[in-house]
């Protein structure tokens, strides 16, 4: 019989065995070629992105980060108001995930054999399942998208029914089925034939019940709170869907990719409605502690029962790394930071800060027109000002290409004032905050104090941020 070799024992001289390697040193391969990001990223990957950053000043060189900030190489600290698109719930570097991977490697586990069950996934599943009490099964698969693709195929063999409805302005992922009920057609262009999915206007229940007649939808999948522009569904329509989806024998697929976890001030967006129990719901993300990819669908018992309906069936849906040791520590390390530290309880307080102090400032510009969201999920649009001279700069704008006003602002929050922000979406005047779910009083006053200097300067006149609205109507004519 073979003895196993303690954990980290292991002969370095056999081909194909750890402990060689010793030609491989990270620090030094980034320290020898960490200054040519940019020209790495133009040369093999998408050439576009450097280009657009340098267009807009974007391309910074950051070194560290740690919590809800980030450190240029010269040593000067950014607020994030992004969280890598929500990924980040917890900050950057969080302790306790970071030991959680460490230790999960230092123990050495026989991971992804396929042909065992490792405790991990389990009591993974088991904690998440506390925060979903209508629900009762998991699949864990790597990403946001593929656990939509998930929740689509579940939702279809479930009900026997082909048609999936969706929202218009939803964004449910960029693989071939979820981009089929993606509402967006900037995604969608030329990547045709796509799934025979429906959009819906959001919030419209008639539109609802006109496809249910049909007879043939097996779900509709719906974004509580829509990532792009920040609209939430209107009250009571999540449940009177729900109804009518169950009425006709079809389900309901809340995708709380980005809303789950926190982000709005209770664990799920949909939870902000009694009597909402979404038949499935997709999470990832924050869920990843930032660390390891990692999503899971969730589910009724039923469904899953009848996915997997015999052994013949058992490896009918999988993923290859999905339920993997570190993606399954990290993912319990998240969860129980955020009971540990109560972060949906300051999510909601931090954010109902942020939205009063930001709606006080509409009347106070006329370029400002709206502040909406919930939680640490704000959107700030902009509209059409009043007065003649903004006007005419503004109509400008629109002329070129929507959306530059919101691209004015968010540069300079970057280059002046050090905070990273994002436009809501292509064409839209919509920037939204999505900070890491640990941020409090002092960033509120900080993003506040910089937003207001950012307007101050809009609504003067001039200034250096009309004379980049110019540079962003000449690149945008140049495109056309």
Request: aromatic residues 8%; proline residues 5%; contains cysteine.
């Amino acid at each position: 019989m073979t003895t196993p070799p303690p954990a980290h024992e292991t002969d370095d001289r056999a081909p194909g065995r750890t402990g060689g390697g010793e030609s491989f040193d990270l620090g030094r391969l980034l320290a020898e070629r960490g200054a040519e990001r940019y020209d790495l990223h133009a040369r093999y990957l998408n050439h576009q992105l450097p280009r657009m950053l340098h267009t807009i000043g974007f391309d910074k060189v950051y070194e560290r980060a740690e919590g809800a900030y980030f450190w240029d190489t010269d040593g000067n600290d950014y607020l994030d108001m992004l969280a890598g698109f929500g990924v980040m719930g917890l900050g950057r570097h969080h302790p306790v995930v970071r030991k959680a991977l460490h230790d999960v490697l230092d123990a050495s586990l026989a991971d992804l054999t396929r042909f065992d069950c490792q405790p991990l996934p389990g009591l993974l599943a088991e904690k998440l399942l506390t925060h979903s009490p209508h629900l009762e099964r998991v699949f864990f698969g790597n990403s946001g998208t593929e656990a939509v693709e998930t929740a689509l195929k579940f939702a279809r063999y479930a009900t026997g029914r082909p048609r999936v409805l969706y929202c218009t302005h939803a964004f449910h992922g960029l693989t071939t089925g979820s981009l089929s009920v993606n509402g967006e057609s900037g995604f969608r262009d030329g990547f045709a034939p796509l799934l025979p999915d429906t959009p819906i206007p959001l919030g419209d229940l008639d539109a609802l019940a006109k496809e249910l007649r049909k007879g043939d939808v097996a779900a509709l999948i719906v974004e509580p709170i829509q990532g792009k522009g920040v609209h939430e569904t209107p009250p009571g329509y999540l449940r009177a869907a729900q109804e009518l989806l169950h009425r006709h024998k079809a389900l309901l697929i809340a995708d709380e990719v980005q809303t789950g976890l926190g982000r709005t001030g209770d664990f799920y967006a949909y939870q902000h409605e009694d009597g909402v129990e979404p038949d499935l719901v997709c999470v990832a993300k924050a869920l990843s502690g930032g660390y390891v990819p990692v999503s899971a669908t969730l589910g009724k018992e039923w469904i899953f029962r009848k996915v997997y309906s015999s052994m013949d069936r058992v490896l009918v849906h999988s993923a290859s790394f999905g339920a993997n040791a570190q993606a399954m520590a990290a993912g319990l390390a998240v969860l129980t930071v955020m009971e540990d530290e109560q972060v949906v309880a300051n999510a909601r307080a931090t954010g109902d800060l942020l939205k009063s102090r930001l709606g006080a400032l509409v009347d106070r510009y006329e370029l400002l027109s709206d502040v909406r969201g919930r939680g640490l999920m704000v959107g700030i649009e902009f509209g059409r000002p009043t007065s003649l001279k903004l006007r005419s700069r503004w109509t400008m704008l629109q002329a070129a290409r929507k959306g530059l006003f919101a691209q004015m602002v968010v540069v300079p929050l970057l280059q002046r004032h050090r905070i990273l922000t994002q436009v809501s979406g292509d064409h839209l005047e919509v920037i939204k905050l999505i900070p890491p779910l640990i941020v409090g009083e002092e960033e509120v006053d900080r993003f506040v104090t910089a937003f207001t200097a950012v307007m101050d300067d809009a609504h003067s006149g001039g200034g250096l941020m009309w004379d980049f609205g110019r540079t962003l109507v000449k690149q945008a004519m140049a495109n056309r």
